[in-house]
């Protein structure tokens, strides 16, 4: 087990004492973060002390530390998984070569851009998230959102890390320009569109944090199989932070439709016109919501054919979901894959080389994860005995990125004309009315152990504590 130095400004366990120009790099880059988290953080957090965790050690069992934390204090660090003794590489062109421990100067450009990719997305769902805190529905919920923003803040500093350690004069500039670039800012935004769009109200976060972070999952599993072995051990390391970040998602949306359920039995209706009137948010809108997050999230992954994502591949950079899980070549060459395409004005299966495909190949492992959880949410309207059932759209909906971008297309699959669209476009993505009253319900809720209206309390609390724990205290 590698314990962490926390003597230093930086907590690391990547003996970044003994590598002075790192350190002092580092160090210099610090209180840039320190602003952007001061202006970028979470709106009006900076006096209240939140009980959160902190990583300790990169042992998965027991690696955090539960306390109180001003977040300006908290202690954001550079941890790796343990490097894995004569790792080698088990897909792509090198398949059986050692694994790297430094950027071979071939892929030095490829590498970065992914890792100021992946790096972006971190301080960017911060800045979506910033006002959230101020209508938190609950203490426990306030803090689990300091939670996922701090490990956010985390996330950047991993990044970060290796563009300065392997991208010298290069890389100390993305860090830079990594503070700089804003989450939906004109002139210089983030650079993935879903982490521009705002993350306004509660469900929105929550539907975030279950689909927008899942994608984070599988970007950084992909990644955490990566030839080059810093990032590997990066990655590793972060999937076992993201884990809380999908569970906040996955139970925030459930105890909402918990919640709205509830009440549909006790007025027995499902009128949403009643249902609203009472202060909760009725299941077609959440239906909405799902719809509006499951197709943004997926334009992540990319083009459905993509030459770069053959090249990343190939070349070692980026594996796939759970590849040393995988009972084929790990090469792929000649090898298919479907991908969905418009033809003669159908929705058709076409076949194409899996290297190109691998970006479709991930979002299909994306999609098949998604459905899990929300199969667990329909449990709880069935557990009601509700007759409704949520479902994620079909992959071609409302779709902007690769051979279904702007192809109209019903969240059932149904082709539809611009003027079908248009029509129905409220009932299919939340309309403005609908954004209205879930911002309209949201009201900070501060006494322990009590919640808001439109959310069920949850199950259990965090690190065992009772749901009535002083979470977050004001002073
Ligand atoms: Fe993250
Ligand atoms: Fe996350």
Redesign the pocket.
């Known amino acids: 087990m590698s314990g962490i130095d926390y003597s230093g400004k930086i907590p690391n366990n990547v003996n970044l004492g003994e590598d002075r120009a790192l350190q002092r790099a580092l160090e210099q880059w610090q209180p840039g973060f320190l602003d952007w988290w001061k202006d970028m953080g979470p709106d009006g957090s900076q006096g209240l002390d939140v009980y959160l965790r902190t990583a300790v050690s990169v042992d998965p069992q027991g690696w955090a530390q539960f306390g109180y934390v001003k977040m300006p204090d908290y202690r954001w660090g550079i941890f790796l998984s343990p490097a894995e003794a004569k790792r080698s590489i088990h897909f792509g062109d090198h398949k059986g070569e050692n694994a790297w421990q430094d950027v071979p100067g071939e892929h030095r450009a490829n590498l970065r851009r992914i890792i100021v990719t992946q790096g972006d997305t971190e301080p960017a769902?911060v800045e979506q998230q910033r006002h959230l805190g101020l209508t938190a529905p609950s203490l426990y919920d306030l803090r689990n959102l300091f939670q996922?923003n701090v490990?956010?803040g985390r996330?950047l500093w991993a990044m970060v890390y290796l563009l300065h350690k392997y991208f010298g004069r290069d890389g100390r500039e993305e860090g830079e320009a990594l503070l700089e670039r804003r989450s939906g800012q004109q002139d210089n935004p983030r650079i993935l569109r879903a982490f521009n769009e705002p993350t306004p109200d509660w469900l929105s976060f929550f539907m975030f944090?279950y689909f927008t972070?899942r994608d984070?999952k599988f970007q950084l599993c992909a990644l955490a199989e990566s030839s080059f072995d810093p990032l590997a051990r990066t990655t590793k390391f972060m999937l076992t932070?993201?884990a809380h970040?999908m569970f906040v998602g996955e139970s925030g949306v459930a105890r909402v439709i918990k919640r709205t359920c509830e009440l549909m039995n006790e007025l027995k209706t499902d009128d949403p016109v009643r249902l609203r009137a009472a202060g909760v948010i009725d299941l077609p809108t959440i239906q909405r919501y799902l719809n509006f997050h499951f197709s943004v999230t997926i334009d992540l992954f990319g083009a459905d054919e993509s030459s770069n994502a053959a090249t990343f591949y190939s070349s070692g950079l980026k594996g796939r979901f759970e590849e040393g899980k995988r009972n084929d070549d790990h090469v792929l060459k000649g090898q298919t894959y479907q991908v969905l395409a418009l033809h003669d004005g159908h929705l058709v299966e076409k076949e194409v080389p899996m290297l190109n495909a691998l970006n479709e190949v991930l979002r299909d492992d994306f999609i098949k994860d998604s459905v899990a959880g929300v199969d667990r949410w329909n449990k709880v309207i069935e557990k009601a005995g509700i007759p409704f059932r949520l479902k994620v759209p079909h992959k071609a909906f409302h779709r902007n990125i690769g051979a279904l971008a702007g192809v109209r297309v019903s969240p059932s699959g149904r082709l539809v004309s611009e003027d079908e669209w248009r029509a129905n476009v409220d009932q299919w993505l939340p309309s403005a009315a609908d954004r209205a009253l879930v911002v309209s319900l949201m009201g900070r809720v501060v006494e322990p152990g009590k919640f808001a209206n439109w959310i069920a309390p949850p199950v259990m609390g965090i690190n065992r504590q009772p749901v009535e724990f002083e979470y977050v205290r004001f002073n």
């Open positions: 769902s996922v490990e956010e996330h944090t972070d984070g932070e993201e970040h």
